[in-house]
């Protein structure tokens, strides 16, 4: 599950960039460098150490938010593929192979689950959604469906870092779309982190649109608001 994994965690640097590039902790940032420096008696260093600090902390925020979330889907869900997707009528797990070095290897992944009517996931807590086809982990999200309230949540996509821009998470998004049209869903909706643009540009590519937006993680609400993360939720009707 190295490729799971791996694809949610390499989402953490993104987000320290971007929330490290927000007006506020910039100005956050700057003041505490000029305590740093006054308190210091006009030491450069200690100027240097208070920012760090500040970042330092930003970046933990991140990593719990991203790594958390890896470590509980692992324990759970991806413990038992079989059990939680292949062998459900409505869920699907799918794969998609390269040939390296004339050995098959994994590249990339992605699961469905069929939801009924006021049934949900855990997407509303899931800092990294279905859209990680462009790179990150996946999200699960209950989105009352039309008819019966059936409906598709895509979770789990990724896609490793050499196959990307090679439309390999456009085939993986189809071929939910697919498997939920096959199955009578109404429509499919998956989560995705906001830090993840690639991911959210290749959702609207598609047809999705962003329905909701919600800052609640699976992690401590000071974390997603101090790495000012939040969740799109994303649904396309079928």
């Known amino acids: ?30 003041s505490i460098s000029v305590a740093g420096y006054v308190l210091g008696g006009s030491s450069y260093l200690q100027a240097v150490l208070f920012g ?17 979330y890896a470590k509980r889907r692992l324990s759970a869900d991806m413990a038992d593929i079989r059990a939680n997707y292949l062998e459900k009528p409505d869920s699907g797990f799918w794969v998609a192979e390269a040939d390296v070095g004339g050995q098959p290897r994994v590249v990339g992944m992605m699961a469905v689950s069929g ?8 997407g509303s807590r899931d800092p ?21 309230g059936s409906h598709g949540e895509m979770s789990h996509v990724v896609v490793a870092f050499p196959w990307r821009r090679r439309s390999l998470g456009s085939q993986l998004t189809k071929r939910a779309l697919d498997f939920c049209q096959e199955r009578g869903h109404a429509r499919l909706v998956l989560d995705v982190s906001s830090p ?4 959210v540009a290749l959702c609207r ?6 329905t909701a937006s919600h800052s609640d993680t699976h992690a401590n609400r000071w974390f997603s ?6 969740v799109m939720r994303m649904e396309k009707f079928i």
């Open 225 to 230: 608001k101090l790495a000012r993360i939040s």
């Open 52 to 68: 760090s600090a500040w970042a330092g902390l930003i970046y933990y925020c991140c990593q719990e938010i991203y790594d958390g």
């Open 205 to 210: 590519k598609l047809g999705f649109v962003q």
């Open 128 to 148: 990294s959604g279905g859209g990680a086809a462009a790179g990150g982990g996946g999200g699960e999200e209950a989105v009352e469906g039309a008819a019966d």
């Open 196 to 199: 993840q643009r690639e991911a």
């Open 1 to 30: 599950m190295s490729l799971f994994s791996d694809g949610v965690r390499e989402q953490v640097y993104p987000a320290f960039f971007r929330a490290m590039g927000h007006p506020d902790h910039v100005g956050i940032a700057l």
């Open 115 to 122: 939801r009924g009517a006021g049934e949900g996931g855990e």
